[in-house]
């Protein structure tokens, strides 16, 4: 029986093989959800998907696009609003 943190379904659940040749199962926690366009919604390209301590590993080049806006606007969205801020 698993420890009861185990036992909810926030845990993913992964077979591993071991090199003893017995498949051993191992608890993983889940990857977060995919990043949003914060107007459009549309999924963000450039921005990995992982839990905090794996971002924090990358460097901050590799965290978002490097552009205004990066990771939180998508380039269209980005390019309209650049447009409205230019002919403000």
Known sequence: MPANRYRSRSYKR???NTPGGENVL?????????HVCAECGKLLHGVPRGRPYEINKLA???KRPNRPYGGYLCSS????????EARK
């Open 14 to 16: 992964v077979y591993k």
């Open 26 to 34: 191992r608890y993983k926690k889940k990857k977060p959800s995919k």
């Open 60 to 62: 901050k080049s590799h």
């Open 77 to 84: 969205c980005a390019r309209k609003h650049f447009k409205n």
